[in-house]
C-alpha cells in the first residue's frame, strides 16, 4: 500500500497529515521564512535560503519576498526569472517555471486541487496536478494559475486573470476564465 506522501506525489487522493508529508512542510515553513526574513543587504544569504527552499533555480533568476510555497522541492524556476513579491506557489504537485519567465505581484500558482464531492472533502482527501510555465511568459500581476494548466512560451496573462485551461504559445490571454485575446507575431 502507497504512503500519502506516494499518493500525493503520483497525483492521487491522499490526506496530508501523514508525517512524512508534515515534515516536509515544516522544513519548507523554515526555509521560506528564513528567506523572507533576510536581509536586503545579504543578496547571496536570501539566493542561499532561496536555493535551499526551491527544487531548482536557474542562473540570474530573481525571486523577491515574500514568497510563499507549501514544500518548496517541488517549484523549479528557469534562468534568468524574475518572481515578484508576495507570490504563492501551491506546490503540491511539480511546478516548472522556464527560462526568461516574468511573474507578477500577487500572483498565485495553485497545484492543489480537492474534491467536488461534500462527503470526501470532509474527510480531507485532496489531491494536486502540475502547473507547467514556458519559457518568456509573463503573468500580470494578481494572475492565479489552476491546477493542471500549461502555458506556452511567449504567452502574456493578462494582470487578474484566472488560467484554468491549458494557454497556447504566442497569445494574449485575458479574463476569467482567461480566453485568447490576441496572437503574438513571431521574431523573424
Known sequence: MASMKERMLAGELYIADDP????DLDRAARLTERFNTSSADDPAGR???????????????????????????????GPRSFVNFNAVFLDVARITIGADVQVGPNVQLLTATHPVEPEARRAKWEAAKPITIGDNVWLGGGAIVLAGVTIGENTVVGAGAVVTRDLPANVVALGNPARPVRTLEQPT
Open 20 to 23: 512524512e508529508i508534515i515534515a
Open 47 to 77: 539566493l542561499a535560503a532561496l536555493r535551499e527552499l526551491l527544487g531548482s533555480v536557474g542562473e540570474d533568476t530573481w525571486v523577491r519576498p515574500p514568497f510563499y510555497c507549501d514544500y518548496g522541492w517541488q517549484t523549479h524556476i
